[in-house]
Structure formats: structure tokens, C-alpha cells
């Protein structure tokens, strides 16, 4: 199965791929159409697990009103209820982070440093320090203490695929549809049909 999976995902690291491979089945991912969800969504989400850090550094003020519209505005347009100026947070990814996750998700309050030490790590996207601090107690991997370890395979990997069951994803990934593992993941279906196509491909290929 590797080898297919392989043949599909091709910019992936080999050290991604087999520890992803070796990880799933601690956490009951052992059937095909299992596997191929989980790694369809990991790797859409990943660029097939190159990007593997929040990307923050935004240059263009637009895109920011694009992707937090409700915490950012663009003059001539005025504030309404906590939007704030995309202008003034353009190239600076600490500052963005704090502004967005501050306050959020057990971090602590804006500029208290939690918000950029928990944005978003590995496959999977990893973010806040809930989430790090579930991770930790659920797998016995410290990423509370060093965030930076979701970066590293082992861990990634293993820290992804408790996140996978723990979004109640098992309950949906035994089909040939994408649809609802990627309402449970992101809480939404953004690019629906870029995931349908790497699982529909990671499918064929391990048949």
C-alpha cells in the first residue's frame, strides 16, 4: 500500500508518509477507505505535508478580510464591533496571532505570547493550547511543553491521528465521499472538490 500511496502523494517526505502509516493503526485507522480519508485530508491541508506551520505572514491586507472577516476591515470602510485594520497587521505573524487566537482556546490573553506558541503545527493543523494540552494527555507527547515536536514525524503523525478519532472522524471515513470528514475537520466544506480528488486518486491506486 505505501508504494500506491506514493504514486499519489509525491512531494511527500517518506518520513511523513511512514509514520503516518505506522501510527493509524493505534488509532483504528486500518481499513483502505480509513486510511486514504485520513491522508487525503492531512495531505490536502499540509501541501502532502510541506507545509506543516501556520502560514501568518500575509502580505496582501485583503486576503486577511478574506480569510477573518470578521476581525479585519480595509479603509475607506470603519470598524464595526472588533474589526480592526488589516493594514496595520500585514508581514507581522506574531502580531496576527495574538489578535486572532488571543483569549482563545485556553490560550491567554492577546500579547501574552500564547497565540503565535500555539498556532497551527502539523498535518493536521494543530491549534491552541487546548488542543495541544488534549494532545499531550491523550498521547503522552509533550507538545503542551514543546509545540515544536509537532513538526517532527513521530510525533506529528501520532498527534494527528488522535485528532482524526477525536473529531469522531472514524464514524465517517468508510466511504468514497469526502463530504462529511471534511465538515468534522474544519467545521465547514471549503474545497470540497480538491479533497474528493486526492482521496478518489488514493483510492484507485490502493484497490
Known sequence: MLDAIRSVLTSAPEAWLDAMLRSMPHYAIDERHEI???LATVAFESR???RLEEYLTYSKPERLVAVWPT???LPPDVPKLTRRNALEYTNQPQKLAEYVYGGRMENGPEG???GYLYRGRGPG???GRRN?????EATGLDVLGHPE???EPETGAQVTCWAWRDHGLDAVDDDDSIAEETRKWQGAQQDLAARQ?????LLEATA
Open 132 to 136: 495541544y494540552r488534549r494532545a499531550t
Open 149 to 151: 515536536l509537532m513538526l
Open 125 to 127: 493543523q494543530l491549534t
Open 48 to 50: 502532502e505535508f510541506t
Open 36 to 38: 486514504c480519508s485520513c
Open 112 to 114: 501574552c505570547g500564547d
Open 197 to 201: 480528488r486526492i482521496l478518489d486518486r
Open 71 to 73: 476581525r479585519f476591515y
